[in-house]
């Protein structure tokens, strides 16, 4: 399943496309949580019992887990959850929980500052960019608790082998790489990337590299990840930095030292007046959202996309194996 569902998009007739969306998306519907779970590190007390609480999330798999953690949380600290997760398009699940058919997801600080607030440059720093957002999508009934490390942003990535071979740890490597050997500089791109601001074209300009046409070859991706890994047709591939594919595939992230792309920090996004109702929301979920990072997130994205397992299963056990939650009632 695609982490692709996060990006930007312009967010031209969103209104439209919102209610087009909740009338077919499955919002209408839902299914409790039935799992028996109970506090651990958090929900002691069960601080939400009585609360009815309904979470969602987008379709791609890293959201879908996220949601699930959500819910999983809330229903150890003592709510009926609903489970909504899993909505095609990143303006659905948004429009649930700013209309409060759905009480909160995680979203990331980049699309929320880009997709749904209309803004066209991102803020570097990741603290920054959070509380611009937080502080913006108040007047929409949206409150945005603390952002976790997790950030789910482009990146190039390259096999052992190639990383060896051309000695490259940043994006300013490949960019002295370029110009001193240009046939060395090839990449393989989903379309997307190709063309966008926030992508290739804006990287390249960026770091001062001129890529020739040739060098650049789209492609799905999927196909991405798996011509990179062979290193053969191209050396560099656009990923993203939490997929489960890079560490199963043995591939390195090259570190974007000029902080070119954008924060898409993942931070807990509340329909304000849910969060009237149960203040202890915040309270739940802080410690939670503070253990998510890359490396948690390549790990649980993994175990989904490589292993093939169930999102739900993978959060529950992550949350149960860290100790927030735990089994049964007791």
């Known amino acids: 399943m695609s982490t692709r569902g996060h990006r930007g998009r312009w967010a031209a007739g969103a209104a439209l496309l919102a209610a087009t969306l909740l009338g077919g998306c499955g919002l209408v519907s839902g299914s ?10 958090v929900g002691r007390g069960q601080p939400l019992k009585g609360a009815q609480l309904t979470v969602t ?48 997801m995680y979203e990331y600080t980049g699309t929320g500052w880009i997709t ?30 603390p952002k976790s490390r997790l950030n789910n942003t482009y990146a190039l990535a390259l096999n ?4 060896r071979k051309y000695g490259v740890r940043t994006l300013s490597d490949v960019a002295a790489l370029l110009k001193r050997n240009p046939g060395a500089v090839t990449l393989c791109v989903e379309n997307e990337f190709a063309t966008r601001n926030d992508g290739l074209p804006g990287m390249a300009k960026a770091y001062g590299m001129d890529i020739p046409s040739g060098n650049v070859r789209r492609m799905t991706g ?13 050396t560099f591939g656009e990923v993203f930095t939490t997929d489960g594919r890079i560490k199963a595939m043995g591939l390195t992230v090259l570190k974007d030292d000029r902080r070119f792309f954008p924060n ?27 253990a998510l990072d890359n490396a948690v997130a390549q790990k649980l994205n993994a175990e989904v996309d490589v292993e093939g397992r169930d999102p739900h299963d993978v959060a529950r056990e992550w949350l149960i194996r860290e100790g927030f939650i735990k089994e049964g009632g007791g």
Not at 32 to 40: C, E, I, K, R, Y
């Open 57 to 104: 999330s987008k379709e791609f798999t890293e959201n879908i887990i996220l949601g699930q953690i959500m819910g999983l949380v809330f229903k150890a600290s003592g709510a009926t959850v609903i489970d909504k997760t899993n909505i095609q398009g990143t303006i659905g699940a948004r429009e649930a929980v700013r209309t409060g058919t759905a009480d909160g």
């Open 116 to 145: 749904h607030l209309g803004h066209t440059t991102p803020i570097p720093d990741p603290q920054k960019q959070w509380e611009a957002v937080r502080d913006a999508d108040r007047r929409n009934g949206i409150e945005w608790l």
């Open 222 to 234: 999927g196909v991405v990840y798996t011509e990179v890994a062979k290193g053969t047709s191209c």
């Open 264 to 290: 898409y920090n993942a931070a807990p996004e509340i329909n304000a007046a849910a969060l009237r109702r149960h203040p202890q929301i915040a309270d739940v979920l802080a410690p939670v959202t503070a």
């Open 32 to 41: 409790p949580l039935s799992d028996d779970v109970s506090p651990g590190t």
């Open 160 to 163: 052992a082998a190639n990383e």
